[in-house]
């Protein structure tokens, strides 16, 4: 009888610390999801929030807007109009911003979207006249980055950016050889003579290719206009300036396709007089960066097929 009472108090008293232990490691896993949970919030705050624009240097302390133009431009990417006009509406419109600045690290893109832009920089600039716009080029400002960049009261480049590059392109391919060697028949219906333009399956058609010919000529010709009005004066025109060569930083300022030599930095403190810079550049969050990837990638893939039109 002794023997039974023993054994159950000792099957009772396992089970008691079996259930404080299980207690103690149900305590600690809730504090290390809990942890985890802020460590990820505290991440996501540290990413995307804009800590310099929300803890300013100071009540009415002047500064030096930023807004970023990276990559190719166009309508599903980084660079899109959308999302640049509306930083730099935001940077013109804040009552502590001194002057604003487009850095640019662009091959070019889309022209309507580079037209969008400089129409709303044009606005902008005569809406608060007393804000100096300026541009610093990184790496390359060609094409549409400087179709853009033209809208600037001065540029900014590195003695080694790539400069120019101001003409049109049409790129496609075309598959009849190919589709020949492997007896492949293209079947073509269309209402309307010209509706399959430039198809890349059927041989290229002379009267559709002076048609686009004249396309891109006359969008050419409003790139001249637009960096002509922009440069002015400065601009040293060759017969070779708008052919879509491109040139050194050092040689576009003996062009006149630029100003000077300049950083962020150092316009911000020596030409803008407020060093203390804020980005002002919209930022998207991890969904509409996923989005835009996916949308730019199967349009590139689609470019591979179907003709484009760009200022690049």
């Known amino acids: 009888m002794a023997d039974d009472l023993n ?24 504090i290390f999801f809990k942890l985890l ?51 730099l509406q935001s940077a013109f419109a804040d009552q502590g911003t001194a002057g604003v600045v487009l850095r640019i690290n662009s091959p ?44 600037a009261d001065k540029i900014f480049v590195d003695k080694a950016s790539i400069i120019g590059s101001i003409g049109v392109l049409m790129d496609g391919f075309g598959f009849t050889g190919s589709m020949d060697k492997l007896g492949v028949e293209r079947r073509l219906l269309t209402a309307g003579e010209n509706k399959g333009f430039l198809d890349p399956f059927s041989p290229q058609n002379e009267r559709h290719k ?16 637009v960096v002509r009005k922009g440069r002015g004066d400065r601009l040293k025109e060759t017969p070779e300036m708008f052919s879509g060569l491109m040139w050194t930083g050092a040689k576009s300022i003996e062009l006149g396709l630029a100003d000077g030599f300049g950083t962020v930095e150092s316009v911000a403190r020596d030409v803008i007089k407020a060093e203390s810079v804020t980005d002002f550049t919209v930022k998207p969050n ?10 730019a990638e199967t349009a590139a ?12």
């Open 37 to 87: 949970g802020f460590a990820y919030v505290t991440a996501l705050l540290v990413t995307f929030v804009d800590w310099e624009a929300v803890h300013p240097d100071g009540e009415g302390a002047k500064h030096t807007a930023l807004v970023e133009m990276q990559g190719v431009i166009q309508a599903k990417g980084d660079a899109n109009a959308e999302d640049i006009v509306s930083s």
């Open 108 to 151: 070019g893109g889309s022209p309507v979207q580079a037209g969008m832009i400089t129409d709303e920089i044009r606005r902008l600039r005569a809406k608060h006249a007393e804000i100096p716009f300026y541009v610093v080029v990184e790496d390359v400002c060609a094409s549409g980055g400087y179709y853009v960049a033209s809208a």
């Open 7 to 30: 054994w159950e108090r000792k099957v009772l008293e396992k089970v008691a610390l079996e259930a404080l232990s299980e207690q103690r490691r149900s305590r600690r896993w809730g």
């Open 210 to 225: 002076i048609h686009a010919q004249a396309m891109l000529d006359d969008i050419h010709l409003q790139f001249i206009e």
């Open 301 to 312: 893939a689609l470019g591979n097929f179907f003709t484009r039109v760009s200022v690049r």
């Open 286 to 295: 991890l969904a509409e960066k996923f989005a835009r990837r996916f949308g």
